[in-house]
């Protein structure tokens, strides 16, 4: 059996995590897990996967459910997601956690050469060049569990890279995609929540309306794939059955296909190098209908271009970027600021903070800290008329 650990075991990666260990209980023991504040779900899965360790990350719950519960142990605090991906009986680890606080247990995972099953895109995109380096010096391997670097990972994992051209991102477009523009501006919080096609986390469901998912999956498409950023390509694709796309040399192009079910990468990456042994939904062809695709439009979605243009300056611009999204969005989920003003915070970010280019984890923590303090001042006086 595969020890697994699961960060951030209450979201919709989460969630979709605990639904594959269920299916395949004889090829996966869950080791450890983390929340922040669902103790009632903690205390179910306790009972349900008997986990080593627990960790509640919400510092308003310390001690709420005692050191420990029949044969497991709760620990409490951010400090202490490290110690539970490097428990020896871990063999993967999801890290389902939103945001940059899922960097660090990510990195010591890392160094204790664990198998990283990378849902938490904000890791890559503010430590990327410092992740590429700790993952060839520990000799381990990151798979992606978002459905497009997935999908992109298993078409390349077997191709000559010479035969190919670009890879291409899919994209739902968001929960906005057909509304008129001039009504952006006075979109609310609930109808960014309301996704066409996914159910997620509202973080995630907020930046899948601007498209920045997208933004902070082409930076992260380049640290995963190696592909320069003029080789990686978004697309609007509504039906959010094809995930991703390599065009080859000739103009020919493969793409991978599904349901939209979290299930299938997450069920990926833990078996991966095996392939899934099972099948997971009853979808044939015939259910698809049709596969549209066409190019989003840089007005509707600025944040694209401000990715590109973050990812080719390099060095610390990507973490600024990430850092100025997560203070942005919370902002617009208190509705302190206007839908449309999330892009102009990220253009604001990176037009005022400099760009610099170290070498270890405190210089782009530096960038990160400084962005959200520099947005945080600046915007969270604002008041949403």
């Known amino acids: 059996m595969i020890g697994i650990c699961v960060l951030g075991i209450s979201g919709s990666v989460g969630s979709s995590t605990v639904k594959v260990l269920r299916r395949f209980p004889s090829a996966f023991q869950l080791i450890s897990f983390s929340v922040h504040s669902q103790v009632d779900l ?8 008997s986990p080593e360790v627990v960790c509640i990350t919400d510092p308003t719950k310390i001690g709420i459910l005692g050191n420990r519960i029949e044969r497991t142990d709760i620990l409490y605090g951010e400090e202490n997601l ?16 939103v945001g940059s606080i899922g960097a660090k247990p990510t990195i010591q995972a890392i160094k204790s050469k664990k198998q990283i099953a990378l849902a938490n895109k904000e890791t890559l995109v503010t430590f990327g060049p410092l992740i590429q380096k700790l993952v060839k010096d520990y000799q381990t391997k990151i798979i992606p569990v978002d459905s497009e670097h997935n999908a992109l990972f298993q078409l390349l994992e077997n191709q000559n ?3 190919i051209d670009s890879i ?25 929540l309301n996704h ?4 997620m986390g509202p973080k995630i469901t907020v930046d899948s309306a601007g498209m920045v998912n997208k933004a902070l999956e082409v930076i992260e498409a380049h640290f995963l794939f190696g592909f320069p950023y003029d080789k990686i390509n978004v697309v609007i694709h ?19 296909t599904s349901h939209p079910d979290m299930e299938y990468p997450i069920a990926s990456a833990l078996f991966y190098p095996n392939s899934t042994p099972a099948k997971l939904f009853d979808r044939t062809p015939q259910s698809w209908k049709s596969l549209n695709f066409w190019e989003p439009d840089p007005n509707r979605y600025p944040a694209l271009a ?15 970027l990430n850092a100025a999204n997560e203070v942005a969005v919370d902002l617009f989920l208190k509705e302190r600021i206007p839908f449309v003003k999330i892009p102009k915070v990220l253009e604001d970010a990176l037009n005022s903070i400099a760009i610099e280019n170290p070498t270890d984890w405190e210089g782009f923590w530096d960038a990160d800290q400084k962005t959200r303090n520099f947005v945080t001042e600046k915007y969270s006086r604002e008041v949403l008329i």
């Open 306 to 320: 401000l990715a590109y243009q973050a990812g080719m300056s390099g060095g610390t611009a990507p973490a600024i």
């Open 196 to 199: 066409p096609t996914w159910k």
């Open 168 to 192: 291409v991102l899919t994209a739902s477009g968001g929960s906005f995609r057909n509304l008129p523009m001039d009504q952006l501006a006075h979109v609310t919080v609930s109808d960014a």
């Open 161 to 163: 890279r010479d035969n």
């Open 42 to 49: 903690a205390k179910s899965l306790i009972r349900e996967f």
């Open 238 to 256: 509504p039906e959010s059955l094809t995930h991703g796309m390599v065009a080859f040399q000739d103009g020919a192009y493969v793409q991978y």
């Open 82 to 97: 490290s110690k539970i991906v490097e428990l020896p009986q871990v063999q993967k680890v999801v890290t389902a956690i």
